[in-house]
């Protein structure tokens, strides 16, 4: 693997990793989103409380990790299941190259454990398992301070060109799951 697929490669995962490393059994259904960020948009639904603050703890770390959040939006299909559309740059002073990314993230909250793994292993096919151990930092532990007692990590990597890469992932944290969908892009130099 070279030096570009592998950076590209543990860019997007710590972007993953971050956010999915946890979940909470406890909902919150009553909770109306009405949250916006750095230009972002958002759906009115209703919506569940440990998501929302998920999804914000998950926007902090992105941002920490980015030169900038080009696009962020958040819609909720429903109260336990959110998507979160993003575009971000990572810029790499050593390298003189920015990574832009187009991507997405799934949520989906689950009654038991049982019920997400079910889900899981429906959805792994043609991923390969590659982390079973939660980061120390995640969207989670900031939001609720605790590791899931269960989680897996799949992924699946399309390398299209040397500079564009198509990445996946599947996380099983507790009873949630989250998708990853993302397209990388590197440029030479500092993209504004």
Request: some cysteine; hydrophobic content about 35%.
């Amino acid at each position: 693997m070279n030096k570009c697929i592998a950076l590209l490669f543990v860019s997007i995962i710590v972007l993953a990793t971050v956010f999915v490393s946890g979940c909470m059994s406890q909902r919150n259904q009553n909770a109306t989103n009405t949250t916006t960020n750095q230009n972002a948009t958002s759906t009115t639904a209703t919506s569940n409380q440990t998501l929302k603050i998920m999804v914000e703890k998950l926007h902090d770390i992105i941002a920490e990790n980015s030169t900038a959040i080009k696009a962020w939006k958040i819609t909720w299909a429903d109260a336990n299941t959110v998507r979160i559309d993003y575009a971000t740059d990572r810029y790499n002073a050593s390298e003189n190259s920015t990574v832009h990314t187009n991507g997405d993230y799934t949520i989906k909250q689950f009654d038991t454990v049982n019920d997400a793994a079910n889900y899981l292993s429906s959805q792994v096919s043609g991923y390969k398992l590659d982390l079973t151990v939660p980061p120390n930092d995640s969207a989670y532990i900031r939001a609720i301070g605790h590791e899931p007692s269960t989680y897996e990590r799949w992924t699946k990597i399309n390398e299209l060109r040397s500079d564009h890469y198509d990445v996946n992932a599947i996380v099983q944290s507790d009873n949630f799951i989250i998708s990853l969908n993302e397209v990388a892009y590197r440029y030479a130099g500092r993209i504004t």
